[in-house]
């Protein structure tokens, strides 16, 4: 049981590069999640799935899309990567809850700086 | 909109002192409330939790009592060790709030020393 596995661990991106971020649980939870966390603001909200075909944004979207593949797998794209777009990402997943907000499960994260 | 204040750090304490770091809340509903853990290099692991008043969570030795009529949630530990020594984060989290995400605190770098 791997819990919410990320690649990759690390990338270095030029200004105007694009790449995709990967995200997978094996724990089959319905919802997913993108973070980014960046020195003295916690974690911030990107975009998030609350099921298989569904995304929508979060507090800081712009410049992102999300996919959700399937219910295990949950991508990140960046288009046209931006110098402030340097940050660590991280990918979450919680099963849904019944009124409530369930505890979410962290990957381990990606750390992506873009020159 | 909803939001999350601690105590930013860094704390340094010695071995087997108490700890107390403060967590309050502004929020439009009835949150869930978390404290999670972040060590050097790896993801947040959930610490503790609770999802509605007066409730406490406990894990590890850490306790927090979620407080409605101080909307606070403070992390205690009556003997901390070299081992807690990592970045903890307070978040709340509310249903049909829009993001359904979780909003988090900036974080408390706590160091302890031998």
């Known amino acids: 049981n791997a819990g919410v596995t990320q690649t990759p661990k690390f990338q270095v991106l030029k200004t105007g590069q694009s790449m995709t971020l990967q995200c997978a649980q094996d724990?089959?939870?319905?919802?997913m999640y993108w973070y980014r966390q960046d020195p003295g603001m916690g974690l911030r909200l990107i975009y998030y799935?609350?099921?298989?075909?569904?995304?929508d944004k979060g507090e800081v979207p712009n410049g992102y899309n999300v996919s959700r593949l399937n219910k295990r797998e949950f991508s990140l794209r960046l288009e046209s990567a931006a110098p402030s777009q340097t940050s660590v990402y991280f990918c979450?997943?919680?099963?849904?809850?019944?009124?409530?907000?369930?505890?979410?499960?962290f990957g381990p994260g990606t750390r992506l700086t873009v020159t | 909109g909803d939001s999350v204040t601690q105590m930013e750090g860094p704390v340094t304490l010695s071995e087997e002192a108490f700890l107390t770091i403060n967590c309050t809340y502004t929020a439009t509903g009835y949150p869930s409330l978390f404290w999670y853990v972040q060590y050097p290099g790896e993801g947040l692991q959930l610490l503790l939790k609770?999802?509605?008043?007066?409730d406490k969570g406990s894990n590890k030795g850490f306790e927090a009592t979620y407080r409605k009529e101080t909307t606070s949630f403070h992390l205690e530990k009556g003997s901390v060790q070299v081992s807690d020594s990592a970045v903890y984060f307070c978040a709340l989290g509310i249903s049909g709030g829009g993001a359904d995400g979780l909003t988090f605190g900036k974080g408390t770098h706590l160091i302890i020393q031998p």
């Open positions: 609770a999802t509605k008043a007066d």
């Open positions: 979450a997943s919680s099963v849904q809850g019944q009124g409530i907000v369930r505890e979410q499960y």
């Open positions: 724990m089959n939870h319905n919802s």
């Open positions: 799935s609350a099921s298989e075909g569904t995304t």
